[in-house]
């Protein structure tokens, strides 16, 4: 069965500075990786999504990750950090029929200083 | 800007009720998603359908949960009876599923469940 780790239960961050978080997942096949952001009280949204092709996906809100089959890794970046960046960030494998069945890491939360 | 919507947004109820959970995906998604997450177990998915037809529903207790999609603009959860490790935020995310890409899944706002 496939899963996800996220290291870093929380990070905190000064806004402006990078960010960057690790997730690594357990898979047998070639994976599904998302990447989903969660600000307090709301549903998930998709920063991003890896399928196959070029190994650095860009997403939406200047994020990008980087796959490394290696490494059993996709690591989540951003150049410099916004306040508005504060919130839980979920990193996901898809397995079954278009990696649909989605297997969530714990998740990181991020906290931006000013 | 099409979202999905789920009703109610929160729930307290006693040991024993049953508790329904209802999700409108977004129109022209051909794919509904439910998930619950917890402190302890983090995000679960339950179940998922295409087209109405529960495809996986290996991850919801039989035993007392129920998901159905009467058509294509609704879709329930329904829990009988209810207990308290069912506390949680469900969640319902829909999708369009086209072969061979990775369905992108869209999040409602959830329902909070608290069983008493």
């Known amino acids: 069965a496939q899963s996800v780790t996220q290291p870093d239960i929380h990070i905190t961050v000064s806004e402006g500075a990078s960010l960057e978080l690790r997730c690594n997942y357990s898979y047998g096949a070639t994976p599904y990786l998302f990447w989903y952001v969660q600000s307090p009280g709301q549903g998930l949204q998709l920063l991003l999504k890896?399928?196959?092709?070029?190994?650095l996906v860009q997403g939406i809100k200047g994020f990008e990750a980087e796959f490394k089959r290696s490494q059993s890794s996709f690591n989540l970046r951003k150049p410099s950090v916004h306040w508005s960046d504060a919130a839980e960030y979920f990193c996901a494998v898809g397995a079954g029929a278009a990696g649909n069945k989605l297997t969530f890491g714990g998740g990181t939360r991020v906290l931006v200083k000013p | 800007d099409a979202r999905v919507t789920q009703t109610p947004r929160h729930k307290v109820t006693e040991m024993g009720q049953e508790v329904t959970m209802r999700c409108q995906p977004i129109?022209?998604?051909?794919?509904v998603f439910w998930y619950r997450q917890t402190m302890m177990q983090g995000l679960e998915l339950l179940a998922y359908f295409r087209n109405r037809a529960p495809l996986d529903d290996s991850g919801m207790p039989k035993d007392r949960f129920s998901a159905e999609m009467p058509d294509a603009t609704l879709a329930t959860l329904k829990i009988q009876p209810s207990e308290p490790r069912d506390s949680a935020v469900y969640f319902c995310a829909s999708g369009l599923m086209q072969k061979g890409q990775a369905t992108k899944q869209y999040f409602g706002p959830g329902t909070r469940l608290t069983v008493t």
């Open positions: 129109l022209g998604h051909n794919t």
């Open positions: 890896y399928f196959s092709g070029d190994t």
